[in-house]
């Protein structure tokens, strides 16, 4: 093949040291299929490339060409990288090119906007009170306009601050009022503890959603009909699972809200001999990596699989649903059960394939909806005529597939809730 001795030794692609996290990238791109990046800016192997590729600028000196690269990177490589982690679980060696970018955001993140961190993690109350005054705002000034109108002129607005501006949809949620958690105790044995994530306590159901409850409102009915008594945690108004800050690289913040919800939730729970339900997938998830396993904590697919099964009485409903399992639950193992109880809910499950992430990523499809719309590319051609209400479990993911499908994605506990009474 080569009359080189030395061919092996020379002219090796050059892989600089760039971080501990991705270092051992071969660029092999087994990620690539599943970044919902893919098609319109960058991969995790172009990533990673990339990076390395500015490491070997920084060596060079090359300040002007370095800064240039920066500034594209910026939205190729960061802004529109969902950090949803799924790369991880088709790498041969597990890396996590989201842990990587949210590494990045905590790096390039300046003084200012680390104090306001501080201060939302400090004061979070207050903060989600302001988010659920402005949902409500947004949703009265629709009511005014109209939707069509709304849509022109938040499409107006988006274009006019060059995309400064979060994009506005009809599948906006509508803001709740402060909610009073009041413990439902009939001494009938079975107890959990439920957290109602902020997300949830701040964000209620679109205008077009099928269920207009509040999601711990159906949570509370599904419990309540399989017998269980339920307790929440003290202070709830302040507390969080810190995925909202470590999604945006404030490290510090995320253990500071992780540490204090585990705190109160080892006590309400009597450390781990209550289990403890999470009606957000990604929430559970977030915390699962950061606590010791003795606290049972589940989200709302695997605790109505594993424990609510047999305690309610299922009648199929007559209708085609679809199903969307987010990032999270196909982490933890869960897309076999929440197949198995979609369909033991309704007679026909739609789970389209080659949908991964959904690309909404928090907040981020609010401020990059082409990264959302890209991530569910060929979803809608998936969906069945008569598939009409679909499902997942997480709040802002909802908002993604609901505007891209035209039809309303809500929890899958509304599903079950519906189809089920007392067993």
């Excluded at 949210?102 to 104090?115: D, T, V």
């Excluded at 079975?190 to 509040?214: E, I, L, N, T, W």
């Excluded at 729970?269 to 559970?284: A, R």
């Amino acid at each position: 093949i080569n009359d080189n001795p030395h061919a092996h030794l020379e002219n090796l692609k050059p892989m600089p040291a760039v971080h501990e996290i991705i270092d051992r990238c071969i660029e092999c791109g087994f990620c690539e299929p599943v970044c919902p990046s893919r098609t319109i800016t960058s991969t995790p192997r172009q990533r990673i490339a990339l990076q390395r590729h500015m490491a070997r600028l920084k060596h060079s000196r090359d300040d002007e060409l370095m800064k240039k690269f920066w500034e594209h990177y910026t939205y190729f490589g960061e802004e529109t990288c969902a950090a949803d982690g799924l790369c991880a679980t088709v790498c041969p060696v597990a890396i996590d090119t989201g842990k990587f970018t949210k590494s990045l955001r905590g790096e390039r993140s300046s003084p200012r906007a680390r104090k306001v961190a501080s201060w939302v993690a400090t004061n979070y109350g207050s903060s989600m009170a302001a988010v659920r005054r402005g949902l409500k705002l947004v949703d009265a000034v629709r009511g005014v306009l109209g939707e069509k109108l709304m849509t022109q002129l938040a499409e107006s607005f988006r274009e006019m601050s060059g995309g400064r501006i979060p994009l506005w949809n009809k599948w906006m949620p509508k803001g709740l009022p402060q909610a009073t958690f009041t413990p439902t105790v009939k001494g009938k044995g079975r107890k959990v503890v439920y957290f109602p994530s902020c997300v949830v306590r701040s964000m209620g159901p679109a205008r077009d959603d099928p269920d207009q409850r509040a999601l711990y409102e159906a949570t509370l009915s599904v419990l309540n009909k399989a017998g269980y008594d339920v307790v929440y945690p003290e202070g709830m108004s302040e507390l969080c699972c810190g995925l909202t800050f470590e999604s945006k690289g404030f490290f510090e913040q995320a253990d500071k809200k992780a540490a204090e919800l585990e705190r109160e939730l080892r006590r309400v729970s009597g450390n781990g001999e209550i289990p403890v339900l999470f009606d957000t997938s990604p929430c559970l998830y977030a915390m699962r990596c950061k606590i010791e396993p003795d606290l049972r904590i589940y989200e709302p697919v695997e605790f109505i699989h594993d424990h609510l099964m047999d305690k309610l009485r299922f009648t199929k409903l007559d209708k085609s649903v679809a199903i969307h399992v987010t990032c999270s639950s196909v982490k933890m193992g869960l897309a076999g059960k929440f197949k198995a109880l979609a369909e033991a809910c309704a007679e026909k499950v739609v789970a389209p394939r080659n949908i991964h992430c959904c690309g909404f990523a928090g907040d981020r499809g609010f401020n990059f909806p082409e990264l959302n719309e890209a991530a569910l590319d060929g979803l809608t051609e998936q969906l069945p005529p008569e598939v009409t209400w679909g499902f997942s479990n997480s709040r802002t993911c909802e908002i993604g597939l609901s505007g891209n499908t035209g039809i309303p994605y809500q929890s899958i506990v509304y599903l079950v809730d519906k189809c089920t009474v007392a067993g």
